[in-house]
């Protein structure tokens, strides 16, 4: 198949295999590639589509490559007994996560002790339970539309002292 994802016309041959060992082995114009941990779905998304998702992770010559990783790290946050906590997308959960391209957050757990409102950027709102104090949490994975993160906690104290 060809493709000129390489801009300025320059077209060259593609040849994608897959292996049960090795993962996707990529032969570039004499090259040869091996992304472990991709895919290639045809029935989804076109060759051109899925070459430019995988072409970053190959590195130039021979080798094996492996895709960039999304990094979800833990999170805490303070609220008083009785009031909601608002959390923006600028503060959110995905404030400290890493990865390439538009990260969008996927709740995992919910809450025990309240009510959760959790959106795909990150930005969520925190009800406890009316009269509760102590810790409360939820869990969330980062996605990137290709590839996910670990699950990453999310610690919500709730203090004594409002009414």
């Not at 608002?86 to 996560?97: F, Y």
């Not at 990865?99 to 002790?113: F, I, K, N, W, Y």
């Not at 980062?142 to 409002?162: H, K, L, M």
Request: hydrophobic content about 45%; aromatic content about 6%.
């Amino acid at each position: 198949m060809g493709s000129s994802l390489f801009g300025s016309g320059d077209t060259r041959s593609i040849l994608v295999q897959r292996s049960s060992l090795l993962g996707l082995v990529i032969f570039l114009a004499g090259s040869l590639g091996i992304v472990r941990g991709q895919s290639v779905d045809p029935a989804t998304r076109s060759s051109a589509e899925q070459m430019q998702t995988l072409l970053p992770f190959i590195a130039g010559g021979t080798g094996i490559v492996s895709p960039p990783t999304i990094d979800a790290a833990d999170d805490v946050y303070h609220t008083l007994m009785n009031t909601p906590l608002v959390v923006d997308a600028a503060g959110g959960v995905l404030a400290n996560d890493t990865g390439t391209g538009p990260l969008q957050a996927e709740l995992v757990t919910d809450v025990m002790s309240g009510t959760l409102s959790f959106n795909a950027d990150g930005s969520f709102v925190y009800k406890p339970t009316v009269g509760f104090a102590g810790q409360d949490g939820f869990t969330y994975r980062v996605s990137d539309g290709a590839a996910a993160s670990d699950v990453a906690a999310v610690a919500i104290s709730v203090a004594e002292g409002a009414d």
